[in-house]
C-alpha cells in the first residue's frame, strides 16, 4: 500500500514537472491577492500587521480552491481514474496519495511563501514562524477536504464555481483558528491552543475528507 | 469462473437489458453486439465492478466481484488512459504498476514491439495520433498475457489493418493459453478461439 501510494505521488509530481505552469500560477495567484489588500486599504502599518494573517489565510484558501478542480479533472477526462477504480489498489490509497501530492505542490509552497507575505505587512518574527506553522498544519486540511469536493463536483459543468461554494464554508474552522493562532501571538498570548485545535481538525478531516472522496469517486465513474 | 446471472441495467432511468446470463470458462470469447445505445459499454462497465447493475449479479470464481477479481481482470474502455506529458513508456509503466504487475522496462518495450510501436517509447504521448495512442493503450494486452479476464471495449476501433491483425493474435494467444476474453465491437474480427460466443444486446 505503501509503494503503490509512493508510485503515485511520484507520478503526479512528475506530471506537475512537466506543466510547472499549474503549479506557479497557484503560487503567483496567492502572492497576487495577498499584495493587493495593502494597496486597497492604505500603508498604515498597525492595521496591516492586524489583518496579515487573515489576508494570508483567505488568499491561501482562494488558491486552493482555484487548484482544486484539476485534482481529478484530468485523470477522469484520459480514463485513468477508471484505470484507477478497477485496479487492485485501494481506491482510498489512491485518494490519500492524490490529496498528498496536491499538498506538496499546493499547500507546501504556499506555506513556505507566506512569511514573505508577512514581511509586507510588517509581521515580527515570532508571528511569522506561528504563520508558516499554521498554514503547515492547516493546508493539509485544504487538500483532504478539498479532494472530496473535487470529486463531488466532478463531470459537473461550471464544476470550478460549485467547488468553490462546496468547499469553502467547509474551510471556516481552518481558517479560524489559523488566523487567530497568528493574531493570539501579536496580542501576546500562546498559539498553542489554536494550533492544537488546527491539528485536531487535521485529524478529522483526514478520516472524513478521503472517505467522502472515495465514495463520491465511485458514483462520478457509475 | 466469470458469471453473470440475470443482469440487468439502467442508464438514465431507461432499461437497456434485463435477465442477461452467461458464464466464462478458461479459453472462453464472448463477443458482445449490439446497435449503438444497445448497452455493450454499461455491459462491460458493469462487469468490471465500475457500474452497479440495477439486478443480478456477476461472481467472479464463486465470489462476488472484489480485490482478488480486479488482480485477475483487465479492462480497456474507450478512453485509453494515456497521459499525453508522460512518454509512451512512463504510461505503461504506470497503468502496469496500479494493476499491481511489477513490470521491466525491457518487458515494456517488448510489448510496444508486438503492438509495432516500439520506436515511440520515448515519446510524450501527446505527439501521438489517435490509432498510435490506441495501440499504447492495447499494449497492456502484451504486458498482461497471466492476466485470466480481459474486457476490451471496442478494441479495434481506430486501428488500422495491421494493428487489427497484431492485436486479435495476441487476443487469440490469451485464449489458446486459457484465458478468457469478453470483448464489443462493431468490425468482425476472427479471433481464434477454442470455444467463441456471442450475445446480442436489443436496443
Redesign the interface.
Known sequence: MLRASAFIIRRELRLALRRKGDVLNVLVFFVVVASLFPLGVGPEPNHLRAMAAGVAWIAALLAAVLSLPRLFAADYADGTLEQMLVSPQPLIVVVLAKAAAHWLLTGLPLALAAPVIGLQYDLPTDALGVLLASLLIGTPVLSLLGAAGAALTLGVRGGGALLGLLVLPLFVPVLVFGAGAVTSTLIGINPGAHLSLLGAFLAVSSLIGPWAACAALRVALD | MLEATALACERGGIRLFSDLGFALRAGDLLRVRGANGSGKTTLLRTL?????PAAGEVCWRGNAIG?EY??E?L?L??????????TVL?NLE??S????LEISEAKIKNALECLGIARLADL?ARYLSQGQRKRAALARLALAPAVALWLLDEPFAALDDEAITRVSALCAAHLAAGGMLVLTSHQDVPIEAPDARAIELQG
Open positions: 468490471a465492478g465500475l457500474t452497479r480485490d480486479r488482480r481482470m479492462f474502455g474507450h478512453a485509453a488512459a494515456v497521459k499525453d506529458e508522460l512512463e504506470f497503468a504498476r496500479i494493476s499491481g510524450p
